[in-house]
């Protein structure tokens, strides 16, 4: 609920408030007694001022389900102590006692060689027990085709009896331990796929890690090595990426922390990735001639070969959904490794001091920084404030904040989503399914968490780019006090309250004008709080500026044609596409006036013609417009069969603000659209030329859509020069263009 609201409010509706004020007060003091000792982790006096000045902005009924949303996350994390796992000493007796049972069965274990994608190497040298769950858990977890190369070092404990109940790989047998360099560079030649994996053999290989590495190895010619997010067997962090300080000492970012919070689940260009999992491409590691042997027997080997990468103009990329568990020191000893870590920083900061110069000094106050790859510290960083998670699918303005959140990414930013309202239990999968993995987002913070994390990340972002009025009002102290160099750009997309003028005016509430003037002068006053104002459509940015604004920038949609090759006898009935769940959304209205005004004069004539609805909706709704020419289909993800199947796209707005990305997706696959004035206005198409558009008149409507609906010339028309309006007006590189022109105005 928008603060606009909360002004225009009747008496009757400020009840109603209050009523779910006590509900949810009454909720917490609830959750308080149930939990008390999460609740007062969770709660604290700046929080509680905080909460009291969203209620300015959001529900009640929202903000105690934020809250807790917040409570449930704390307790979470004080029930699992995520360290509390599996000590050392059990993890290896419980090995043992599997590797005992493997030897006396007859179990084999068989490797998929059949046409195989990559190459995995794993070097041994004992540590059997450790070596068969490595193995196991590579079969059990991969579902690709690989060759493995197994090189025993002259093991002399069990390995050999895993190795004889081995099938499909390729084993070699040293006499003497040449160590882990020695013994990969013995492969180079031998491996015949183009891409290689270097594997400890005390890991375990989690679901699909391989294939996530892989992926990202493929699909782009500048990445050349892909690390893991490496856990210990107590599921604490070792590694999420790793840090080469100015003094060739390195560092596993994130090392003991929770490995499931937002900073370690996201992609990122790294200084090294550790070779306890190091995926690369088989020429570049010919190219070097291997791992450099004057690390040998081990160690700095694998940040060497990094480094190298990188001077070549190559990428590293940590990759945060491929995940091994590591025993760490499983095959070697711990104090030699230390003193060996201790010899060969010497060997790697005389052979790559002068790449070293540009890196941070061993700091913890550049933590923060030095987790980007040292030549990214010059690349800016954007915080991007929305409601939630920006999905395509949610409409309201989010299809186009997944746009622009995703272009600036891709144009080479380090961006951060920061999601303030309408917290949910998003698991990282659903997350990042049209997110790029590449952007870090803090999904389950929320507004009750938001000073505290900008004020942990002080004068960190060179840009923060907030949208919409209510979140510009509640983090804009902040913003300045704690990124105050920041260029702070306002993406208000429109003036909420004209848009609030327009619904109240529809449902017969009352307007109270001053009340109005007063919402506007508080949106042109956040507006003048900004360094650049960002509106969907000119016609809104001709809003602002009747105010005396000037820096204004226009950012609306982008879009390809699809080009549809169905054609007109091969279609029917009518198509609607929206988010339904928020009651008083323009959506929700759209469907009720078309259920109650418009479909019947249209079946009165036409009996056969059906009304399709996709998107999220609450059952309230279904039953309020139930009707049996129309039907709900719900969230879909892809709607280009629906786009091909049905012969009109109806938008029957009555309320709205800023330009409809649903106009712009149907047009682009090939479905003409009849809408109202308000949308036609918006878009600045022709009437009966690009679009068919009509007055809030049902007659109109019903009248107008049924000429179309059966009119093949002029259908063909219409969806011709629709297309053309795409070409023309939604280029991509224009659209990337004008966000550059934006980001770069400091």
Not at 8 to 29: E, P
Not at 126 to 131: C, I, R
Not at 356 to 382: G, M, S, T, W
Not at 666 to 683: M, R
Request: proline share 3%; aromatic share 10%; glycine share 4%.
């Amino acid at each position: 609920m928008s603060k606009a609201n909360h002004l225009f409010y009747t008496r009757k509706n400020f009840f109603t408030t209050l009523k779910d004020f006590g509900i949810s007060i009454f909720k917490l003091g609830f959750q308080a007694l149930c939990s008390p000792v999460s609740f007062i982790k969770a709660m604290s006096f700046k929080k509680i001022k905080i909460f009291i000045r969203a209620l300015k902005t959001e529900s009640p009924d929202l903000m105690s389900h934020n809250f807790l949303l917040l409570l449930e996350q704390n307790a979470k994390k004080t029930d699992q102590n995520f360290r509390k796992g599996i000590n050392k000493f059990d993890y290896k007796q419980m090995l043992e006692e599997e590797l005992d049972i493997f030897i006396k069965s007859d179990t084999s274990i068989i490797f998929n060689n059949n046409e195989p994608e990559l190459s995995i190497v794993l070097v041994l040298h004992n540590s059997a027990p450790f070596t068969l769950h490595c193995l196991q858990s590579i079969v059990k977890n991969t579902n690709l085709a690989f060759e493995l190369f197994i090189i025993d070092n002259n093991s002399t404990d069990k390995t050999h009896e895993i190795l004889k109940k081995l099938k499909n790989c390729k084993i070699i047998y040293n006499h003497e331990n040449l160590h882990f360099i020695k013994a990969c560079n013995q492969v180079i030649e031998k491996v015949s796929t183009p891409y290689l994996l270097f594997l400890n053999n005390d890991v375990e290989i989690h679901k699909n890690s391989i294939e996530s590495a892989l992926s990202i190895l493929q699909n782009d010619e500048l990445t050349a090595a892909i690390g893991a997010k490496i856990k210990g067997i107590d599921n604490s962090l070792q590694e999420a990426g790793s840090i080469v300080w100015k003094d060739g000492s390195c560092q596993g970012y994130g090392r003991n922390e929770d490995p499931d919070l937002d900073r370690f689940s996201f992609n990122r260009q790294v200084d090294y990735c550790s070779g306890a999992f190091l995926m690369t491409k088989v020429d570049l590691f010919r190219n070097y001639g291997g791992f450099d042997e004057s690390f040998f027997p081990a160690y700095y080997e694998e940040t060497d070969y990094c480094m190298w990468l990188q001077k070549k103009g190559y990428k590293c990329i940590y990759s945060a959904a491929s995940e091994i568990t590591h025993f760490e020191f499983g095959s070697g000893n711990q104090a030699q490794a230390f003193a060996l870590q201790k010899r060969n920083q010497q060997t790697f900061l005389n052979k790559h001091k002068d790449c070293l110069e540009n890196h941070y000094e061993a700091n913890p106050k550049n933590i923060l920084n030095a987790r980007y790859a040292a030549n990214q510290r010059f690349v800016k960083k954007v915080l991007y404030i929305d409601d939630r998670v920006p999905h395509a699918d949610l409409g309201a303005g989010l299809t186009r904040a997944n746009e622009i959140a995703n272009r600036i990414q891709r144009l080479g930013y380090q961006l951060t989503i920061f999601p303030l309202n309408h917290l949910h239990r998003e698991e990282w999968d659903e997350v990042y399914k049209d997110i790029s993995p590449f952007i870090e987002v803090i999904k389950d913070s929320g507004h009750l968490d938001f000073n505290d994390f900008i004020r942990s990340r002080k004068d960190y972002y060179d840009i923060v780019w907030v949208s919409r009025p209510h979140n510009m009002d509640i983090t804009i102290d902040m913003i300045r006090k704690f990124a105050r160099k920041a260029l702070l750009v306002y993406d208000a997309e429109a003036i909420f309250a004209d848009r609030i003028k327009s619904q109240f005016r529809l449902k017969g509430i009352p307007i109270n004008d001053r009340n109005l003037l007063i919402q506007t002068k508080r949106e042109v006053k956040l507006a003048m709080k900004a360094d650049t104002l960002v509106c969907v459509s000119s016609a809104d940015a001709n809003r602002f500026s009747t105010y005396g604004l000037s820096a204004i920038d226009v950012l609306g949609h982008t879009l390809k044609n699809r080009n549809s090759n169905s054609n007109f006898s091969n279609r029917k009935n009518l198509l609607f596409v929206g988010n339904l769940e928020n009651p008083d959304s323009p959506n929700t209205d759209s469907v009720k006036w078309f259920r109650n005004e418009i479909l019947e004069l249209i079946i009165k004539e036409h009996p056969e013609i059906k009304l399709t609805v996709v998107g999220s909706y609450n059952t309230d709704l279904q039953k309020e417009v139930d009707h049996p020419n129309i039907k709900f289909m719900g969230k879909i993800p892809d709607l280009s069969y629906l786009y091909d199947q049905h012969r009109i796209f109806i938008a029957p707005t009555r309320f709205a603000s800023g330009i409809p990305h649903k106009l712009h997706e149907a047009a682009s696959n090939g479905i003409p659209i009849i809408a109202t004035k308000i949308l036609q206005f918006q878009l600045k198409w022709t009437e009966d030329r690009d679009m068919i558009s009509c007055h809030l008149n049902a007659k109109d409507f019903a009248k107008k859509l049924l000429k179309l609906y059966f009119d093949e010339e002029k259908w063909l028309s219409i969806q011709s020069n629709a297309y053309k309006r795409i070409e023309n007006e939604l280029r991509s590189d224009r659209y990337d263009a004008q966000i550059l022109r934006i980001l770069n105005k400091r």
